[in-house]
Each structure stands twice: as C-alpha cells, then as structure tokens.
C-alpha cells in the first residue's frame, strides 16, 4: 500500500515520534509512505517528501515536525477538496494518515464522507480533545510549566512575592491544572470556571495570614473574568478573555492592588510546546503511530487512534471532533485541595 | 481522626506527594496525622514525627521520603505485630495508611485481618504491582532511564559502537520496555522472556547491514537467559539470573564476541530511583494521597488507592498483592517493531 | 570571631551555595555565624536567624536565598546607617559579608569607611559586575535561555517562523551574547549596540534567500532603539527603551512587518532567575563563601571575592562598584560570525 | 583554502558547535572544508565528507560528532604517516584542524614537525589537558554527575545509606572534585592522592556520630588505594588500580565492612560523556572553532587554541602535550572543607 501521511496545526512534541512509528511499521509490512509538507496544504499543492527509515533516523527524540506544518483548510480553499483528491489520484494513495487537532480531524472526517481513505491521530497540546484519554505532547507541556512554576517558587520564596505563572489552554485548563498540581500552585484557575477575583485575593490573604509569604498563581491563558469584575477599561475578545497583555497581566495588577502584596507576572508561552518529548509522549507517540497504520490495514476509514486506559483503540473521528473535552472537576477539585 | 503515616521498602520518587496531600487533605478535614519513621519499624519502635503542613512545605519537588524507609516486616520479628497493635493504642490511631510495595502492603493486608484499620498506597518503581494502571515512580524512573540512553547513543554512533544499559525491573520488564521504546531501542531484553542470544546477535547484525554503525539494547536488570544459553563458566542465583557484574556486563561481553562490533555497558542503578518526580507522578502521587484519606474517611479499611484510566479508585488490598503484573505483551510488541 | 550574613538586591541561583560554605567554613575555623533576613532590612531592624550546619543542610540544590532579600538600602532610610552601626554592636559582629550586587556592595563600601569590617561576595545575575570574570547566578541563567531558545527552535522550524526571545540583561548583554552563541541565534542584539532596524531585517531576509524557513533573535530586555527608529507612537523610558510590553514585543511586531515573515515572541522573564543552579554556579558561590570568611580572618575589609581566571582572589570593593561590566566586543563578535 | 577536519579519541559533548563554527568561519570568509571521518583513520584512507552550512545545521546542541572518531594512531601503523601526507596532497590541503586529546594533538604536533600545516583544538572530557583553562565536555560532565549524585542524595537520605559514586577521571580528579564540590560530597577522593581507607572511614563515622545518618563518596574511576591498603585479594592493573569491578565498587565494600554502615555503590560511567553540551561548552566550542580558523588564516601552524581567563589564544602544540593537568590543590581543599 502506499500511505500519505501530514501533521496540521499547532506543532507539539511528540509529533515525530508518530511519524517515526508510521514508517517504520510501514517498512516493516512493506507499505510505502509519502510525507505531505505542511499540513492540508502540501497535498493541496502536491508538495511531498519521501519518508523512508533514513528519513526518521534520529528524529524520536526530536520536538515539533520534521514534515512542517500549517493551518490551511482545504474547505476554505478555493478547488481546495478537488486538489486533495487529485493527490490522492496521483501519488496514487491507499490511505492518508492525517495527524492533527480538532480542525485538521474536522476536515478528515468531511473527506472521509466524500470517500477518502483517511484515518486520524489526534493532537492538542492542550489536551481538550474529546474520545481519547490523553494526547502527546500534553505530557511535555506540563512538564515544562512544572519546572518554570519550580524556578518560581525560589524567586517567590525569596522576594516574598506573589507570581502569577500563565500556561497553555485556550478553552481548557488541562495543563493548568496538572501543573498547578505539579508545581504546588496556590491557587489554579481554568477557562471552564470564570475568575472570581474577591475569592481569589481572599485565598491569597488567608494564606499570608497563616505565615506564608509567598504564593503561586497559575492561570490558563484561556481563563476569563466574571461578569461582575468586568469594568470598562478591560478590553475584552469576543470569548470575553481580557486582551492586550492577557489574563495573566491583568490578574497580577489586580492581585498586587488588591491584596498589596508585591506580585510579578511570567507569560511561559511558546517556551510550552517546544523542546524533547518526555517518555510518556515519546510512547503514546509512537503507539499511536503504529495503531494508525493497523486501522489503515484493516481498512477502518473514519477511525481516530486514541488512548482508552492503557490500551490503544480506534474510535471514530466524529467522536473525536463532536465537542471539547474540558476539565474533570474531579481533577480540579483536587487542585483546590491546596489553595491558600 | 488520628491518622498513621509510613513509608516502606524502596524509595520512590512521589512519595513526598502522597505523604504531602494526605497532611493538607487531613488539613481540611480537621484530622490529625502521624508519621511514623522508617517504615514498619517506626511503628514497632514507636519511633514517630509530628506532620501538620509546616513539616510538608516544600517536599512536593523533593526524590524520597521525608519519613525514611526501611524494610522490617513485624511478621518476621519477634512481637512485631504485638508492637503495632500497641501502637495504635498509644498513639490512639483511627487508621494508618500504609505506603510501599508488596511487602509492605502484604503486611498491611494481614494486619486488617487482625482488626487494624490500614489502607494502601501502592508503590513500585518496577511497575510490577497488580490491580493498578500505574503507580508513581515509574515515570520518573522511565524518564531518567530514556535522557541516559539519550546519551548514549549520541557516544555510540561517534564511536560506532553497541552500548547496553541495563535499567531497572527485577521481575518486569516494565522500564525496560517505556525506556527503550522512548529511546529509540534496537532490542529489548525483558524478564518475561529467556534471552536468545543467537536471536539478539542476529538482529543486530542485520542491523549493521543494513547501513546503521551502531546499536542500543535495553536490559532489564532481572532479565535471565534461556535454559540453552547458560554454560558452567555463569554464575546464576536461585531465579536462572547472572550474578556477579550482572546481566549487562554479562551481555555486553557475549555480544562483543558473537557480533565483533565494539560493545560497551551502561549499568544506570540507583540514578533511576532518586531525583525530583515528574509531573505525572506528582499529580499521581497527590491524587494517591487525597483518596487515601478518603478511603480512612469513609471506613473502607483492607482497601487500596488504584488509578484505572483517569480515575482514582479504591480497590481490595488483597488484589494488589495477589500477583506480579508482567508487561503488557501488546505493548512489547510495539518495542519488537523497532527492533534491529 | 561573629560573623554576619545577608544577601542584597535580586536573587540568584547560587547564594545558597555561597551562603552553606561561610557557615561551613566558619564552623570548621571555630567562628559563629549570624543571618539578617532580607538584605540590610535585616540589620538595620536587627531581624536574624541563626546559620549553624542544620540551618544550611541540603541548601546546595535550593536557587534563591533561605536569607530571603530585599532592595532597602540603609542610606536612603531615617537613621539606615546608625541601626546598621548599632546592630553591629548589640551582635557583637566582628565582621559582615554582604552578597549582592552593584547596590548592596556600594553600601558595603560606604559603610566600611565608615569604619565597619564588611567584605563583599559579588553577585549579579546579569554578570555585569566589574572586577570578577563571573559570577553566580549568570551561568544557570544562561543554560535555562538556551534550553528555551531550543525549544522555541524546534516550533520555530515547523512553523517556518521567527522567534523573538527576550532574555535578561538590563544594562549588559552577557546573557543575551551567550544565550545566542549557545542557542544558535541567528541575530543577537544587546544594550551595547542601539538595534539597526534595518540592518536586522535584512539579515533575516538574506537567512531566507538562502533556503532558511525560520529564524531566532535573541534581545536583551535592556537594549533600545537606534535613534533614528524611535518613532512619534513608541512609549520609550528614560533611558530610550521601549516600554509597555517591552522591546521584544516591539521588535516582533516590527520584524513581521518589515519582513513578511510570520514572527511569534517570547518573553522569557523570571524563570531565569530561578530553580538549581548549575554546576559552574555552586562551585564558584561555594568558592566565594569561602574566600570570604579567609578575608574576614585575614582582616582585608574593605575587599570582595573575585574570579579571576582560575583563581578565587580579593579586591577592593571600589573596583567592583567603579563601573559597569559591559560585553566584550571580541566575543560578541563571534555571535556575529553567525548572523543571518 | 581548503581545510581538513578531523575529530580523534573518546567523543565529548562539544565537538559539533567546534566543527560547526570551523564550517561557518570559512563560509564567511570563503575557505572550503573537508571533513575527514573516524579521527586520523579518515585521513589515512581518503575517507571524506562534506562540509558545508547544510552539514552543519543543526548539530550545535547535539552531543557526539558527526565526523565520528577513533584511537587510530598514524605513527603506530604501517605507511601511516605517508598516507597523511598523501591525503594532503590529494585533497589540496592548504591546512588540517585536528581536534582531540593527547594522542591526537601528539601526532599534529609530530606532523608539524614533519612540515604539515595542522593547527590543533584540544578536548579532554577529564579536563586533564595542559595550558588551556577548560576543554569543553567537561562542564556538561560535571553537570551531568552532579545531577547523579543529587538523585543518589534522596535515595541516600530515606534508606540511611552511604552512596559511593565511581566518576571518570583516569589521571586527574576534575571531575570528581568538581562534582564532589558541586553534589556536596562528603568525601571525594582523585587519583593524585592515594586513598586512605581508614581516614576515609573515619570522616563518614564521624559524621554520622554529629547526627548525620547518610553520606556520600564520590570517587574517580582512577583513584588508587594506598599501597598498605593493598592485600593479596585484590586485582590491580600496572598503574595500581582496582581491576575487575572498579575502584567505585571496592570503596563501597569496604566501607560498608569497616563502618558497619549500608553502603551502596552507582558507577556513572558512559552516560557522563553523551547528550547535548552545556551552555559553557556549547560556547567554548564555538570559539575554539572560529579560533582554530583564525591560526589558520594566521599561518600558526603548530599552534592548539586555549582558554585563557575570559580570552581564547593560540599556544604552542608542545605545551599542550607536554604533561597533565592535574588537579589544582587550593580546589581540592575547597571540597576538603566540607569532607565529613
């Protein structure tokens, strides 16, 4: 069989690791691989490279995507669904393994209806797609905040100061609140919850109180205001996040005049998605890789991998993209344990 | 409450998390909670130290156990359990929770027999312990296990060599297999199945035809050979193991010989069990600590801390100790398709 | 004799490391130590801690300062001076180390012609400081920027962009000239050299004439603006920077529009200052504390350690706080070989 | 001109960014570079490769060479030396960069005399090499057994244990006392003074008398045992070295037998020489490689390139060769401090 493969989106460690496992697997059961450059748009434009075990040698522990990647969407193309098709005609494909979030599994799914042979491995750094219990590069990203939230805590400890750590989660609070729980954050707060500003400060002060003099805030940079704290002179997007600077910014501000005690802001930002994989990303990675090319030999076109307890299965893509998968309060419950 | 607090057998990283959340959840309720130095042994001796949440501040990032381990079972000592009973009278314990492995828990299973009130909290760096998706340590241990052979193979292909690291896993081969996937492996040897030198040997010359200068194989420290291979120059203890310089010098020598390509061993030990946690097994660790108070509160002594999936879940001591959970043949046959 | 401590100014990996070997030292020669917590906050409010072997046991790991710090300076507060005077005598100090930067040392060096026996440790994360090679702090710092500039590397790749990072470096860009040399950046810019414009633009253009898809710039917080680019809407401070969002931002913004490349930034702020220091970093702070209790015992106050090639010397405060330390040219001449 | 490149001996993190900044020195000042592959091997038999800018992409934070290496010796094999010139000829050599230890730099340095145009770099991950402050690979090493003995630290602290670390240094202790320094060892013991077992437990009993109740030894793997310790049973190789197992677990024996204390023993061996270098020597390697263009571009053949304090400059080959660098003893006695 000859198999395309693509990674769209946002990169994410643990990319490579997938592409590794789909062309050793191929190699190993005599398939062949077409790499797409660049997301959607390199099999729209038929920009390919070859992907053969010397082209994955040394690239496991490797971040991001050795194929590049991009936010192109075909559906918002002009004869952009037409090209993919004629792609597949003419590196004659058996199967595109598409390897992306919730919008390049969005548009898998559409071109599995129009009779692709297309098979998905999802993505989010953010770890806010639904149908799989967790996904690569999730893993590093926390790690990451971890360690920065560790290196805040001795500069915090030593200024007695409040810090404000803004991590990765535009719609979700995964990773803040795993590392907020990793990194004995203060107080967490997530985009599913709206910030409640009074009850925060008053944490923070309680906490004092007791003989601390320091605290960690870690906030999602996808977490907004209540309602009620809204004033005029935020500027807000049209999700109601505050602009300009962000939430972390903002919240440092009114943590510093509210409270009164000295606080310093650090926006941890691209740092988040870069860099090694960790172990479990470099695992789930490559399981998925090879569970990609098992769905495509056994012909299950319109299934996603995904991670359901320790195994991995095939579920279908519609799953996947059908709604965001937010925060088990049940997690973040146990965040809250430790606040103050 | 009063509750007891003991740490077990080999240290582990995230058993300071555990210890941390029961301090902070017992915190919240409005319990009072004892450590107990050293394992079983403290609480023979009634050797204790106080734990309100000054003496846990700071050791979430810490390797080990602020409470010192050791390996005393009062089941092999003369008035041993007398000793604990008697304890639990003086220091009027509602409950201990008991931290360790399957010793230790094994222990912990008896002495709910007798009418002590005990939970668990599993703790394996190996993995090996049943009825439990994971448990803290282990992630740790694999990270570690991976950035060494990270290492090494960047030594390896500079001097064209074959480099063997022997990694943790007495009875499995649980970190051998994680850590040589996540490191890019060409074979890994498991206690689950005898070594087949001749196989090995092979495997890795049609490697080094194939192109590839030079080669990683992954042993856990427990692998044993096969029945075949053994001749009267080894010498093997009681389980068909390698004494003396162990099974990776032993491997390291029998592939020198048999390939001719240079070989040099690795053998990581103890680095594997020290170090600050990652952030799974802190997240892990505090999810562990949490649920064990809540075990304690809701009486469901004889029970254990278990994470299936996402989920914490409860689950009968007796099931952790009943057998050894081995590898996951699925998941060795991912490490099988990179072999060579 | 009594000896006091304190450390001054912003933290720094590496004071605990310094602070562990005076108690040693001090120990092991039969002189009693004294900590003021927060700087001369301490000594003017007669604020201490005792520093005995217990005090510093398992510091050496620990970034920031178990002293805590400050930047109150006892000549610009009521009676500063006559409460550091008064301290000394109700402490019965026979001498005090001061650690700290250009600040904390040029009170040091009043206060010792005011006739008080003081020696001072160097210390500045920004290695800015005058008449010491080194010091601590600064190679942690640039190990965790270059770690960040790898990992923005690996998206900077994938997503064929330019990455911006902003390091530290108010006045001096040490951090910025390593980081980038380490980081493989392919412009560097520091307060040394007012930012061309131009000529960065056209660097980055030329990096991409020939088959470059990406590109990294490193900035120092503290550089500015060649006059000439200051414009009627940049909000510049006192000393020409940019302010509101900073430099990086500011150059991010420009450089996307100039050069039609897609530019993200990074903004890598506190995270430098903190977490365990680096080999380098404990072995010169621990070489510091001890120089610094031989040049109280040898009664040369008025003097600060230095590194001076391989060797821990004195000199005279005067020297270190005379002038400020600012990049050889002849090294960032080296990070020019790799512009573009 | 045309500049050949070789790298010879035990690989170091370090010898990309020195091949690296070779390769973009002549780009920008239009040399042309051959590198020659396995060390002298390459050049003895004509075996090249390429180097240009698209060779040397990406490889600054990548451990190894991409030249690889070997022991080859010229002088020790037949038409070695006429096979060298050979090559000079037939690859229009206008210079050779050799960058190795001692065994390599004595050869360039044997070949200049024989009228080659070689200019050297030195690299020694032991340190031990003379006139040049540091060689890079040894900061990453040190950093990398610090990290070891932190992590043995926690494991050492919960099981009261002695932990003796075998460290590299073959003739000199730098790194050993370096790390010993650095990891806050209680005992560090260096080839250049014999051991004195019964001092050696003296100090570790006397710390555990004040109330300590683990320690750790770091011993490099060179350290030999004073000549009355030595009993018949032990295997000593010509030097007076421990054979068969190590110095490393020799000590922990017989501490363990001799203190009564549990003693366990982590020889760091290999994973101390590979992984992705330091900032410290990502830029020292850098200079050394622009500077190792320079003496070529100068006509300073015969010449190795130094670190000199804060500048890098041109030595005589000879001096480098000449003899060991041993460990200097004002730094020793700065771990001695701290020794129980």
């Known amino acids: 069989m000859r198999i395309g493969v693509l990674t769209?989106?946002?990169?994410c460690p643990g990319l490579n690791p997938v592409i590794r496992a789909i062309v050793r697997k191929a190699y190993n059961d005599k398939h062949e691989v077409i790499g797409f450059k660049n997301g959607w748009k390199g099999i729209i434009e038929g920009d390919t490279v070859p992907l053969d075990l010397n082209a994955v040698s040394g690239i496991?522990?490797?971040?991001?995507?050795?194929?590049?990647?991009?936010?192109?969407?075909?559906?918002?193309?002009?004869?952009?669904?037409?090209?993919?098709?004629?792609s597949f005609k003419k590196f004659k494909l058996d199967a595109l393994v598409a390897?992306?979030?919730?919008?390049?599994?969005?548009?898998?799914?559409?071109?599995?209806?129009?009779?692709?042979?297309?098979?998905?491995?999802?993505?989010?750094?953010?770890?806010d797609l639904n149908a799989t219990d967790y996904t690569f590069g999730f893993d590093t990203a926390v790690n990451i905040a971890m360690e920065c939230i560790d290196r805040l805590h001795t500069t915090a400890e030593s200024h007695h100061r409040i810090m404000v750590a803004e991590v990765m989660g535009r719609h979700a609070g995964w990773i803040a609140t795993h590392?907020?729980?990793?990194?004995?954050?203060?107080v967490v707060l997530i985009p599913e919850i709206p910030i409640?500003?009074?009850?925060?400060?008053?944490?923070?002060?309680?906490?004092?109180?007791?003989?601390?003099?320091?605290?960690?805030?870690?906030?999602?940079e996808g977490a907004r205001l209540k309602e009620s704290d809204v004033t005029k002179d935020q500027s807000l997007d049209e999700f109601g996040h505050v602009k300009l600077g962000g939430i972390g910014d903002y919240l440092g501000k009114e943590i510093e005049k509210r409270t009164g005690f000295e606080t310093r802001v650090s926006v941890l930002g691209h740092i988040q998605r870069g860099g090694s994989p960790t172990a479990f990303d470099r695992v789930l990675g490559t399981r998925?890789?090879?569970?990609?090319?098992?769905?495509?030999?056994?012909?299950?076109?319109?299934?996603?991998?995904?991670?359901a307890g320790t195994k991995i299965i095939g579920v279908p893509l519609e799953?996947?993209?059908?709604?965001?998968?937010?925060?088990?309060?049940?997690?973040?419950?146990?965040?809250?344990?430790?606040?103050?």
């Open 319 to 340: 799953r996947g993209v059908e709604k965001l998968k937010t925060v088990d309060m049940e997690l973040y419950d146990i965040a809250k344990e430790f606040f103050g």
């Open 8 to 11: 769209g989106g946002g990169d």
């Open 196 to 220: 409640d500003l009074d009850k925060t400060c008053e944490i923070l002060k309680k906490r004092h109180q007791r003989g601390r003099t320091f605290s960690i805030v870690v906030v999602a």
């Open 60 to 86: 496991l522990p490797k971040g991001g995507t050795i194929l590049g990647t991009s936010r192109t969407n075909p559906y918002k193309k002009d004869k952009g669904v037409e090209n993919v098709k004629e």
């Open 99 to 127: 390897i992306g979030g919730e919008d390049t599994l969005g548009v898998a799914n559409k071109l599995v209806k129009e009779g692709l042979n297309v098979v998905g491995v999802p993505k989010t750094i953010d770890n």
């Open 179 to 186: 590392a907020g729980i990793a990194g004995g954050a203060d």
């Open 288 to 307: 998925f890789g090879i569970k990609a090319v098992e769905l495509v030999e056994n012909k299950q076109f319109g299934q996603m991998v995904s991670l």
